[in-house]
């Protein structure tokens, strides 16, 4: 049975910086795809990155490009997010999702549709 645990979110102010972490437990991983997905207040749930497990290919929204980076840490079964120059509207609950990759495009795996395993969610708030 798999499963997510997100931890790393809290309350920061515009500018600052936020690791989350995605611990991954229940079966080996190789051949998924590990995504973060974010929802504000009164949004849909939207992607904001993925890497694949093996191989380490990235993926990221364009909100988030060149701000965010995705990493994982195989031996720790680990998935992080390191968000620097946060800003307002990046206040969501964050959460990590696992879907094995199959060799399906990045246009597919961005949908919330495509994806069976999700944590629980840690709320990130970015003050102005």
């Known amino acids: 049975q798999v499963q997510l645990v997100e931890s790393g979110g809290g309350l920061v102010q515009a500018g600052g910086s936020l690791r989350l972490s995605c611990a991954a437990s229940g079966r080996t991983f190789s051949g998924y795809a590990m995504a973060w997905f974010r929802q504000a207040p009164g949004k849909e749930r939207a992607f904001v990155s993925a890497?694949?497990?093996?191989?380490?290919?990235?993926y990221y929204a364009d909100s988030v490009k060149g701000r965010f980076t995705i990493s994982r840490d195989n031996a720790k079964n680990t998935v992080y997010l390191q968000m620097n120059s946060l800003k307002p509207e990046d206040t969501a609950v964050y959460y990590c999702a696992a879907e094995q990759y199959r060799g399906r495009s990045w246009y597919v795996m961005r949908q919330v549709t495509e994806y069976e395993h999700w944590g629980q969610g840690t709320q990130v708030t970015v003050s102005s």
């Open positions: 890497i694949l497990w093996s191989g380490g290919s990235t």
